[in-house]
């Protein structure tokens, strides 16, 4: 007798989302016209502001989830979600540069004040590891800010041909591609356990001290446990193999988050979660192997269109003037709107451009010493550095080949995969 086939369960349909309808953190449909409706958070922490009684923190906390949750564009077959950390800075830098141009005293509070909150911001978002497009937004947003301002004040002067536009143009246009070079893949390394094309013979379980957990998979291990293929031809002279069974070295080489080992100069990043391989640091984007020369790249972009454009604002507002004494002397600037707008925006250029400057030049001195950000802090940290130029260069001397090795190495990094030779196997 046949087996009599069982009648599959129907599942009811959902019913398609209009553009303003959306499923919400709770899984029920919502609506955007609904965001002020039905708010104990916002309720709660407004009678509380009101009644001036402080407002507490797990209050802050489900009044910002539920803010995040409703804030939503309409889009097509459901509304979609905006990240609320790209908000504050599309709607408070016009607001702030269009106060500070009002008044040179205003300009110089409001100019101060922006390092200061967005630095402070930095330590919060990174000492709570989390992960946010407020700098990303804010770059982004401050380029096409002043290119806009450009176009609208400067450029009507007459003052600027279409040459030095065209150039300015498309030096914007290669910092926003060597950005999206930037923020690719920096090098994350996935658990080869994980991968179905490996071979049978390569699944080996080791202890690890810890809990006594048992991996598979490791890369360069052998049935004792034993890193291979750890050490380059550029490691330190006398490096010699060190196994698993040192404790130090299974605490420094083995993640126990992505569950993995793994290779030199690699690190877990704890914003984005997960381990990269020859780890720089974090700032608008994750910097490792694969990306580090993109970002490099996209700063020293910005630097050379920043200061040309900073160049022909200067030589507009203020004609027959030197682009240095045109900073801080030029009279007349502020009887015009225009002008003081536009002198206010070459001023926070010049913050913004100091502060990349800096990034740039200590980036560069890294690379000449072969060692990233991280390798410099945990140097500072453990006072096994060398500290030149009271403090500017920190040569751990781990990796250092010289000047031109250095920059060789660099410039090979994220090219392939380097296979060292049996012989330099220890």
């Known amino acids: ?199 049978s013979n390569s699944q080996i379980e080791c202890p690890v001290k810890k809990g006594q957990e048992k991996t598979k998979g490791f890369p360069g291990t052998d049935t004792l446990g034993n890193l291979n293929n750890r050490t380059l031809k550029d490691d330190t002279k006398g490096s010699s193999r060190v196994g698993l069974d040192s404790p130090a070295k299974v605490k420094e080489d083995w993640c126990a988050k992505c569950q993995l080992v793994r290779p030199a100069r690699a690190w877990h990043c704890r914003i984005c979660g997960i381990c990269v391989r020859r780890m720089d640091h974090h700032c608008v984007c994750c910097v490792g192997e694969s990306n580090h020369q993109a970002f490099i790249l996209a700063l020293l972009i910005f630097l050379l269109t920043s200061v040309y454009g900073i160049s022909l604002t200067l030589n507009t507002i203020c004609r027959d003037r030197s682009l240095f004494t045109a900073l801080f002397y030029c009279p007349g600037v502020y009887t015009n709107y225009s002008s003081a707008l536009s002198f206010t925006c070459v001023w926070y250029s010049v913050i913004i451009t100091a502060g990349m400057a800096y990034i740039f030049l200590i980036q560069l001195i890294n690379i000449s010493y072969n060692v990233t950000e991280r390798e410099v802090q945990q140097a500072l940290r453990q006072k096994t550095g060398r500290r030149l130029l009271c403090g500017l260069i920190v040569d751990t001397g781990q990796y250092n080949r010289g000047f031109l090795r250095n920059w060789h190495q660099f410039s090979s990094l994220g090219a392939h995969t380097v296979h060292v030779p049996a012989e330099d196997i220890v």
Not at 34 to 48: F, I, K, S, T, V
Request: overall charge positive; proline content about 7%.
């Open 1 to 199: 007798m046949k087996p009599v086939k069982k009648k599959k369960t129907e599942e009811p349909e959902l019913e398609p989302l209009c553009c303003c309808e959306y499923i919400d953190r709770n899984g029920e449909k919502n609506h955007v016209a609904a965001c002020l409706c039905d708010c104990q958070d916002l309720d709660e922490g407004c009678d509380r502001w009101l009644s001036c009684k402080s407002v507490r923190p797990e209050t802050c906390e489900r009044i910002t989830d539920t803010i995040s949750d409703r804030l939503r564009i309409p889009w097509l077959r459901g509304a979609k979600k905006v990240n609320i950390s790209i908000v504050p800075p599309l709607v408070l830098l016009p607001v702030f540069l269009h106060v500070a141009s009002w008044h040179f005293l205003l300009g110089v509070v409001v100019l101060t004040s922006l390092p200061v909150l967005a630095l402070r911001y930095y330590y919060l978002t990174h000492r709570r590891k989390e992960q946010t497009l407020f700098f990303l937004s804010l770059g982004l947003f401050s380029l096409g800010y002043m290119y806009y301002v450009f176009l609208r004040e400067v450029v009507p002067k007459g003052r600027v041909g279409a040459t030095q536009l065209a150039l300015l143009t498309f030096g914007l246009f290669l910092i926003l591609l060597a950005l999206y070079r930037a923020k690719k893949d920096p090098g994350y390394l996935s658990n080869p356990a994980c991968n179905d094309k490996a071979p």
